[in-house]
C-alpha cells in the first residue's frame, strides 16, 4: 500500500476473488465504451425500486460476484445515512476504505470539517493498524483534495454523473476513484470492496451500477490516468481562489503553495512551557520521549517544528490523544502557525491579555503560558471571548487540563459591538478573525469546494467590523495583532485599509516587537504572510497595530 500518491502508477491486474473476469480479450461491443449504464433511481420511502434487477454486463466487461445462496435476494435498501457505518442496518466491515468513505460522507453532507470527522472515525476504529490509520487518513485527505478531478473521472463513465446518488454511495465511489488513479492498491480490491460496501447498504441495482462505473475508471485510470500531483493539486483547485491567490501572492507563489506538501500534512504538536527552562530544551526532551514511544508503530515520522520553538511534526503517530503525557498536560495539538500567531503578540508575565477570538483555546492557553501568572514577576492576567458559550466552555477545559489558571471569559458578537468586554483594558489584543480558511487546504480540504467567491465580500465586512471593535478593548499605546487563516488580499491588506480609513486614529500599525517576529521576517515588518511552501505551516496574514496614545 501507498503511503502518498506515486509519481507513475503500477499496472494493475484484475484477479478473481470478489470479481470475475470474463474474458482476457479486450471488450467488444458496448464494452469498448469506457460509460457505464446510468444509476438506477433511488427508491423513495414509500415505495421498492422500479427495476428490481439491473442489466447483465457486456461480454468482456468485470461484474461483482453473485451473492452467496443464503443472501437476501431482491434490491436491499440501505440503513440512513444519518447512522455512521457502523450502527445500526446493514454495517460495513471498519476497514480503512470504509473509514475514509464515512468522512468524505460526512463533510458532504453535515458541512463537517475533515479533520474532525477523521478523528473521531478513527478514535472509534480501534482495530485498526497504525499503517491502515494511514492510509484511512490519505484515502480521506485525497479524495477531498482532488475531488473534482475524481469526480470528472467518474461522470466521463456514467451517462447521468453521480449527482443523484447518496452521500455515502458517492463517497464510496470517489474513495474508490481515488485509489484507482492514486495508489498501488491493485484495482480488483479497490473496486470490489467499494462495490460490496455499496451492495450491503443500498442494494443489488445500485451495486450493479457502482461496479460499472468503477470498472470503467479503472480502464481509464490506466489508459488515461488523471493529473498527477503536485499538478493535481493546483487543477483541483476551483478557478476562482486560483485568480484571487494570484492577484493576492503572485502566480509563482500560487503555484508554489497549491503544490506544497507533505500530504496529508503532519499533526503538529505544541510542548507545554516549563517556567526556567528554554522552550526548544523543553521541546527536545519530549520529542526524544515520543520518538521512543512511537517506534513500535513502525510508520512514525517524528521531527521539530522549524519555526516555533514549541512545536513537534509527526507523522503516523495515531491518536495523538492517546499519547503518553496528554492527559497529564503535557503537550496538546496545534498547528504550528497557530502557535506562531500566540507568539507574534508578544505577551510577556506583567501584561493584561485578551484573546478576542479564542475559539477552543489553543492560542489561549499558550497566551496563559506566555503570561505565566505564577511567576515571579508575573502581574499579568489572559482573559477571552467568542461568539460561542460553548467553545468557551471547551477553552476552560482545556485550560483545566493543562494545569493552567481558568480566564474571564465575555460570550460577544464583535461584529455587532464590544458586549461587556471593557475598554481600553488590556495592553496586548490577539484578534485571529473568521475568515474564509483558504490557508487551510492542505490540512481542511473540503474549503475549497465550500467557499465561493461572492463569500468575500461578506467576510471582508464582517472582518472590518471585528477589527475595529476589537481595537477599542486596548488601552492607548497598547498592541493588538490581527490574523487570518487565508492570504487572499480581500481579507488581509483589505480590510487593514478598510479599519484605518473608517475608523482615523484608532489604530497606527506598527513593527512586530515579539523576539520571534525578527527570526521569521526581520524586525522592520508591520505585517506579513506565513506560507505553506516556506514555512511548513497553514498559510496566515498577520498584522501589527499600536492604539494611539
Not at 443523484?164 to 458517492?170: G, Q
Not at 445500485?206 to 500531483?229: H, I, Q, T, Y
Not at 487543477?235 to 497549491?258: H, K, V, Y
Request: charged fraction near 25%.
Amino acid at each position: 500500500m501507498s503511503s502518498g500518491p506515486p509519481g507513475k502508477p503500477r499496472p494493475r491486474q484484475i484477479e478473481v476473488e470478489t470479481i470475475r473476469v470474463r474474458s482476457t480479450r479486450p471488450p467488444v461491443g458496448p464494452a469498448a465504451s469506457p460509460r457505464s449504464e446510468a444509476p438506477p433511481a433511488a427508491p423513495s420511502s414509500s415505495e421498492a425500486p422500479a427495476s428490481p434487477a439491473s442489466r447483465p454486463p457486456p461480454r468482456g466487461a468485470w461484474e461483482a460476484r453473485s451473492p452467496s445462496a443464503d443472501a437476501p435476494r431482491g434490491p436491499q435498501r440501505g440503513p440512513d445515512f444519518r447512522k455512521p457505518f457502523r450502527r445500526g442496518g446493514s454495517a460495513l466491515p471498519v476497514t480503512a476504505r470504509n473509514v475514509a468513505a464515512e468522512v468524505v460522507a460526512r463533510v458532504e453532507k453535515d458541512d463537517a470539517f475533515a479533520a474532525a470527522v477523521l478523528d473521531h472515525e478513527l478514535r472509534r476504529a480501534t482495530d485498526l493498524s497504525p499503517r491502515d490509520r494511514a492510509l484511512a487518513t490519505e484515502l480521506a485527505y485525497g479524495t477531498l483534495r482532488l475531488r473534482p478531478l475524481l469526480e470528472r473521472s467518474i461522470e466521463e463513465a456514467t451517462p447521468r454523473g453521480i449527482a443523484a446518488l447518496d452521500p455515502r454511495t458517492r463517497a464510496l465511489l470517489l474513495v474508490a476513484a481515488y485509489q484507482l488513479h492514486y495508489t498501488r492498491i491493485p484495482a480488483f480490491a479497490a473496486v470490489s470492496e467499494a462495490v460490496e460496501a455499496i451492495r450491503t447498504t443500498r442494494g443489488r441495482a445500485v451495486s450493479g451500477f457502482a461496479n460499472g462505473a468503477l470498472r470503467a475508471v479503472a480502464v481509464s485510470a490506466e489508459k488515461a490516468p488523471l493529473p498527477r500531483p503536485p499538478v493535481a493539486f493546483r487543477e483541483a483547485t476551483a478557478p476562482w481562489l486560483r485568480r484571487a491567490l494570484e492577484r493576492s501572492i503572485g502566480a509563482d507563489a500560487t503555484e508554489a503553495l497549491l503544490t506544497a506538501g507533505p500530504y496529508p500534512p503532519p499533526v503538529h504538536l505544541r510542548v507545554r512551557r516549563v517556567r526556567g527552562r528554554a522552550d526548544e530544551e523543553t521541546r527536545d526532551t519530549w520529542l526524544a520521549e515520543l520518538t521512543a514511544a512511537a517506534q513500535a508503530s513502525g510508520v512514525a515520522k517524528i521531527e521539530a517544528g522549524a519555526f516555533s520553538p514549541l512545536a513537534i511534526r509527526a507523522r503516523g503517530i495515531g491518536d495523538p490523544h492517546a499519547l503518553p503525557g496528554h492527559d497529564e498536560g503535557r503537550f496538546t495539538v496545534q498547528e504550528e502557525g497557530s502557535q506562531l500567531l500566540a507568539l507574534l503578540l508578544g505577551a510577556g508575565p506583567r501584561d493584561v491579555v485578551l484573546d478576542a477570538c479564542a475559539g477552543r483555546g489553543n492560542k489561549a492557553s499558550l497566551l496563559a503560558e506566555l503570561i505565566d501568572p505564577g511567576s515571579p514577576d508575573g502581574s499579568g492576567r489572559l482573559e477571552v471571548a467568542d461568539l460561542h458559550p460553548d467553545k468557551l466552555t471547551r477553552l476552560g477545559r482545556e485550560l483545566e487540563r493543562l494545569g493552567l489558571p481558568a480566564a474571564k471569559a465575555y460570550a460577544v458578537d464583535w461584529s455587532v459591538g464590544v458586549g461587556e468586554v471593557p475598554l481600553a483594558a488590556f495592553d496586548r489584543v490577539l484578534v485571529d478573525a473568521p475568515c474564509s480558511g483558504t490557508g487551510t487546504i492542505r490540512r481542511r480540504p473540503e474549503i475549497q469546494t465550500r467557499r465561493k467567491a461572492a463569500d468575500l465580500p461578506g467576510l471582508q465586512a464582517m472582518q472590518a467590523q471585528i477589527l475595529a471593535n476589537a481595537a477599542l478593548a486596548v488601552r492607548p499605546g497598547g498592541r493588538l495583532v490581527y490574523a487570518v487563516c487565508s492570504v487572499l488580499r480581500d481579507e488581509c491588506e483589505a480590510v487593514v485599509q478598510r479599519v484605518l480609513a473608517e475608523h482615523p486614529g484608532r489604530l497606527e500599525p506598527i513593527p512586530f516587537d515579539a523576539p520571534i517576529a525578527a527570526k521569521l521576517f526581520g524586525s522592520d515588518a508591520t505585517d506579513v504572510r506565513l506560507l505553506t511552501h516556506l514555512h511548513g505551516t497553514d498559510a496566515y496574514y498577520v498584522a501589527s497595530f499600536r492604539r494611539p496614545s
